[in-house]
T-cell receptor
Framework: DTEVTQTPKHLVMGMTNKKSLKCEQH?????MYWYKQKAKKPPELMFV???????INESVPSRFSPECPNSSLLNLHLHALQPEDSALYLC??????????????FGQGTRLTVV | DAKTTQPTSMDCAEGRAANLPCNHS???????VYWYRQIHSQGPQYIIH???NNETNEMASLIITEDRKSSTLILPHATLRDTAVYYC???????????????FGQGTTLQVKP
């Protein structure tokens, strides 16, 4: 099983709402990632978790709050977003500890629209 | 910042080989080159990766120059389903840890034509 599952597939939220994106993998991977992708642009790295600890935060605004409750789950909590945060949010996972000798697997993404 | 540059777009005839070039002149000795592709509105799909030797799998071949400053992804017999954006990525190691970052560049849009 090389699947990364993201839910929901689509989400529409108001600027005052609080919502969460969920990502799940059962490959035993210990590194998990959040990316943001705007239309016609490449994915941009947001966060990296390694062994359930936040390893990299690419200066993401605090209205995005990641959480890794266990080795299989990654959440992205959203609060007070702006319309410009509308994008495809991608989750990925990879094995850890191999210094680049292993690929990352991506989910199909959550298409978020902020109104 | 991405450490790769690729042509913005390329065309390829169906059934022919597609050769996608990538420059990564600032690559470090222990950084791997990865190739992913993304079909419209789907998540990126892993294709292949390598360090310094040429690599081949069931999807493609990766040719890395001896100085490691550039590489070429080869799809041996392109089909219409290979139409996608292809990303060449240098995996950047984060400090002394094993955590790495895949930083996407702009990619090449490959259009396979009948």
């Amino acid at each position: 099983d090389t699947e990364v599952t993201q839910t929901p597939k689509h989400l529409v939220m108001g600027m005052t709402n609080k919502k969460s994106l969920k990502c799940e993998q059962h490959m035993g991977h210990r590194a998990m990632y959040w990316y943001k992708q705007k239309a016609k642009k490449p994915p941009e790295l947001m966060f990296v978790y390694s062994y359930e600890k936040l390893s990299i935060n690419e200066s993401v605004p605090s209205r995005f709050s990641p959480e890794c409750p266990n080795s299989s789950l990654l959440n992205l909590h959203l609060h007070a977003l702006q319309p410009e945060d509308s994008a495809l949010y991608l989750c990925a996972s990879s094995q850890e500890g191999f210094k680049g000798r292993t690929e990352a697997f991506f989910g199909q993404g959550t298409r978020l629209t902020v109104v | 910042d991405a450490k790769t540059t690729q042509p913005t777009s390329m065309d390829c005839a169906e059934g022919r080989a597609a050769n996608l070039p990538c420059n990564h002149s600032t690559i470090s000795g222990n950084e791997y080159v990865y190739w992913y592709r993304q079909i419209h509105s789907q998540g990126p799909q892993y294709i292949i990766h390598g360090l310094k030797n040429n690599e081949t799998n069931e999807m493609a071949s990766l040719i890395i120059t001896e100085d490691r400053k550039s590489s070429t992804l080869i799809l041996p017999h392109a089909t219409l389903r290979d139409t996608a954006v292809y990303y060449c990525i240098v995996r950047v190691n984060h400090g002394s840890s094993n955590t790495g970052k895949l930083i996407f560049g702009q990619g090449t849009t490959l259009q396979v034509k009948p």
